[in-house]
């Protein structure tokens, strides 16, 4: 035991351990020391040798040497893409029971330089000398070989998949992305709210949401009782209004026969339960199989929330509300779409970054959505430096690169309809596209990817789009056609951020939501934002995994995201 290195005390973040007074960080409520910290260095961790540390993580790699005398382990834990090297002697423990890939090993050991011609790129090891905890692992039937995966193959097994290279390294990105928002926004004084994920308003006018009810529930539950319990027949609802009638006029011949009081009370008591039996007979009577209806429609008052929910598909209108009265704020949470689609660029449920900002117009939005996105590239070169050249040598090897490009790039600014005229002639020049070019379209994805990585070579913001393609609350310009809109633009995946100079005249938008076919009664409360005290004010929306797809060079959004939901898919 005298060679077990106790925790400390008082859980400090980092314990000094070099000769020149350098530290590595110890894990946060726990005893173990970051592989991050001992790799990261700028000499790889060299200068550490000598001092005695607690690690724990798990086995990428292990063989047994030396005739079985002692192993090497690779071992990560996740802190960074890097696996420290680990030496253990057969006379700590079976090693068989710790090369197994997968094994997960809390070891006490000293850090040493390796010996020169070894082949190991590393710079520092640890030889084991106590080996504290095993979680042992059975080669033969765990899922993840050590042979290279497919990202395909790994959206099988999502339980285990952080365990490997590639979406350990997506995890940390994404981590790194989320921390790079809330640090922008609130550099920039904007409120982080939380706006509800079930709701009762379409804020994209599409209808495809998933719909949020108990009446299902309610409908199997009383389908069953109606099987177990059959309901009463008329026979038995009439027998029972006899019985009101009955003990009525018993009631009513004690009282004429002037009874005594106890008399007359036992009797309104029995005529009291004969009503209740009687109310509760002709309310199982009316009960029938299926959900309930009104005027031949469902009738959602008798659901959960009184009235026909949905899960959100996007924060805007309720983060509005908050707009309108602190001024800047955003929030960052899951949305849902029940669209059926099975592209790589389509999820069920994802995660969007919406800011709203009050006394600002389109103008203000682009450069805010400009700023942030810089911002989150130049975070990811500064912070995430190793797991994106993990991502450039396993998936795209230009995907720094880009990040280098927008973040110091100014972005390009043209309306749509110089966009289309530039698609228009280079249709006219022979180049094909899939989709039909022409004033009034939504944009395709090939379009957009057409101008920024073709045409411009760099983010391109695009705005003022035609009225028809876009939402309800977008402000009308003058032109009366249009509506002060921006789409940005960047290689890799084309549409990264949607946004818009919100509508703030009252007449103008209750014209546009009736315009649009949708029920003002829902709105009412988003009206009132225009009614009392209306301010001109804009936002944006910005799809998280969209941009981790950009950041990555990865092609399929449900390897970005840790439990994907998209049709027939929603494991664990």
């Given at each position: 035991?005298?060679?077990?290195?106790?925790?400390?005390?008082?859980q400090?973040?980092?314990?000094?351990?070099?000769?020149?007074?350098?530290?590595?960080?110890?894990a946060?409520?726990?005893?173990?020391?970051?592989?991050?910290?001992?790799?990261?260095?700028?000499?790889?961790?060299?200068?550490?040798?000598?001092?005695?540390?607690?690690?724990?993580?798990?086995?990428?790699?292990?063989?047994?040497?030396?005739k079985?005398?002692?192993?090497?382990?690779?071992?990560?834990?996740?802190?960074?893409?890097?696996?420290?090297?680990?030496?253990?002697?057969?006379?700590?423990y079976?090693?068989?029971?710790?090369?197994?890939?997968g094994?997960?090993?809390?070891v006490?050991?000293?850090?040493?330089?390796?010996?020169?011609?070894?082949?190991?790129?590393?710079?520092?090891?640890?030889?084991?000398?106590?080996?504290i905890?095993?979680?042992?692992?059975?080669?033969?039937?765990?899922?993840?070989?050590?042979?290279?995966?497919?990202?395909?193959?790994?959206?099988?097994?999502?339980?285990?998949?952080?365990?490997?290279?590639?979406i350990?390294?997506?995890?940390?990105?994404?981590?790194?992305l989320?921390?790079?928002?809330?640090?922008?926004?609130?550099?920039?004084?904007?409120?982080?709210?939380?706006?509800?994920?079930?709701?009762?308003?379409?804020?994209?006018?599409?209808?495809?949401?998933?719909?949020?009810?108990?009446?299902?529930?309610?409908?199997?539950?009383?389908?069953?009782?109606?099987?177990?319990?059959?309901?009463?027949?008329?026979?038995?609802?009439?027998?029972?209004?006899?019985?009101?009638?009955?003990?009525g006029?018993?009631?009513?011949?004690?009282?004429a026969?002037?009874?005594?009081?106890?008399?007359?009370?036992?009797?309104?008591?029995?005529?009291?339960?004969?009503?209740?039996?009687?109310?509760?007979?002709?309310?199982r009577s009316?009960?029938?199989?299926?959900?309930?209806?009104?005027?031949?429609n469902?009738?959602?008052?008798?659901?959960?929330?009184?009235?026909?929910?949905?899960?959100?598909?996007?924060?805007?209108?309720?983060?509005?509300?908050?707009a309108?009265?602190l001024?800047?704020?955003?929030t960052?949470?899951?949305?849902?779409?029940?669209?059926?689609?099975?592209?790589?660029?389509?999820l069920?449920?994802?995660?969007?970054?919406?800011?709203?900002?009050?006394?600002?117009?389109?103008e203000?939005?682009?450069n805010?959505a400009e700023a942030?996105?810089?911002?989150?590239?130049?975070?990811?070169?500064?912070k995430?430096?190793?797991?994106?050249?993990?991502?450039?040598?396993?998936?795209?090897?230009?995907?720094?690169?880009?990040?280098?490009l927008?973040?110091s790039?100014?972005?390009g600014r043209?309306?749509?309809?110089e966009?289309?005229?530039?698609?228009?002639?280079?249709?006219?020049?022979?180049?094909?596209?899939?989709?039909?070019?022409?004033?009034?379209?939504?944009?395709?994805?090939?379009?957009e990817r057409?101008?920024?990585?073709?045409?411009?070579?760099k983010?391109?913001?695009?705005?003022n789009?035609?009225?028809?393609?876009?939402?309800?609350y977008?402000?009308?310009?003058?032109?009366?056609?249009?509506?002060?809109a921006?789409?940005?633009?960047?290689?890799?995946?084309?549409e990264?951020?949607?946004?818009?100079?919100?509508?703030?005249?009252?007449?103008?938008?209750?014209k546009r939501i009736?315009?649009?076919?949708?029920?003002?009664?829902?709105?009412?409360w988003?009206l009132?934002?225009?009614?009392?005290?209306t301010?001109?004010?804009?936002?944006f929306?910005?799809?998280?995994?969209?941009?981790?797809?950009?950041?990555?060079?990865?092609?399929?959004i449900?390897d970005v995201?840790?439990?994907?939901r998209?049709?027939?898919?929603?494991?664990?």
């Amino acid at each position: 035991m005298a060679d077990e290195i106790a925790p400390p005390a008082n859980q400090l973040a980092a314990v000094s351990l070099g000769n020149d007074g350098s530290t590595v960080q110890k894990a946060q409520f726990s005893n173990r020391v970051l592989i991050r910290t001992i790799l990261d260095r700028p000499d790889g961790g060299a200068k550490l040798a000598g001092q005695k540390i607690r690690i724990g993580g798990w086995v990428k790699t292990g063989r047994e040497q030396g005739k079985g005398a002692f192993a090497f382990l690779e071992v990560n834990d996740g802190s960074c893409p890097a696996n420290l090297q680990v030496m253990v002697d057969s006379s700590l423990y079976d090693l068989s029971k710790l090369v197994a890939t997968g094994t997960c090993v809390t070891v006490d050991g000293v850090l040493k330089v390796p010996p020169e011609g070894k082949g190991t790129k590393q710079r520092i090891e640890l030889s084991v000398v106590k080996v504290i905890d095993v979680g042992i692992v059975d080669a033969t039937k765990y899922p993840l070989p050590k042979t290279k995966l497919t990202l395909e193959f790994l959206r099988d097994v999502l339980h285990l998949r952080s365990r490997t290279n590639s979406i350990s390294a997506v995890a940390r990105i994404r981590n790194a992305l989320a921390f790079a928002t809330h640090s922008f926004f609130q550099e920039h004084s904007f409120l982080y709210i939380h706006t509800p994920i079930i709701t009762t308003s379409d804020c994209e006018g599409a209808g495809e949401m998933f719909q949020a009810t108990t009446l299902i529930n309610y409908t199997e539950r009383l389908e069953q009782d109606l099987i177990d319990n059959p309901p009463p027949t008329e026979a038995d609802v009439e027998a029972a209004r006899l019985i009101v009638k009955e003990r009525g006029d018993v009631v009513a011949k004690l009282k004429a026969a002037k009874a005594s009081k106890e008399e007359i009370t036992a009797a309104v008591a029995e005529l009291k339960i004969a009503k209740e039996s009687f109310a509760h007979i002709e309310e199982r009577s009316k009960l029938k199989p299926g959900l309930p209806k009104k005027d031949g429609n469902v009738d959602y008052s008798k659901d959960f929330f009184g009235r026909q929910a949905f899960l959100t598909v996007s924060g805007q209108l309720q983060v509005e509300t908050y707009a309108c009265a602190l001024s800047s704020v955003y929030t960052f949470g899951p949305t849902f779409r029940a669209e059926n689609s099975h592209t790589s660029r389509h999820l069920a449920e994802f995660w969007m970054v919406e800011p709203e900002i009050a006394f600002a117009d389109l103008e203000d939005d682009m450069n805010c959505a400009e700023a942030y996105v810089k911002y989150m590239c130049k975070w990811l070169l500064d912070k995430c430096r190793d797991d994106m050249e993990l991502m450039a040598k396993n998936f795209d090897s230009g995907c720094i690169d880009r990040l280098e490009l927008v973040e110091s790039t100014p972005f390009g600014r043209i309306t749509y309809t110089e966009a289309i005229e530039l698609l228009e002639e280079a249709v006219a020049k022979g180049k094909e596209f899939d989709n039909k070019v022409e004033w009034g379209i939504d944009l395709a994805s090939e379009h957009e990817r057409y101008l920024t990585e073709v045409l411009f070579q760099k983010p391109l913001i695009v705005y003022n789009y035609p009225k028809g393609i876009k939402a309800f609350y977008m402000r009308l310009n003058d032109d009366e056609k249009t509506v002060a809109a921006m789409d940005v633009l960047v290689p890799k995946v084309g549409e990264l951020i949607g946004g818009s100079q919100r509508e703030e005249r009252y007449d103008v938008i209750k014209k546009r939501i009736e315009e649009m076919g949708l029920p003002i009664e829902p709105y009412e409360w988003y009206l009132d934002l225009r009614r009392y005290g209306t301010v001109k004010h804009c936002g944006f929306g910005l799809g998280f995994e969209r941009m981790i797809l950009f950041a990555t060079g990865i092609d399929n959004i449900r390897d970005v995201i840790p439990f994907p939901r998209y049709p027939g898919k929603a494991d664990l």
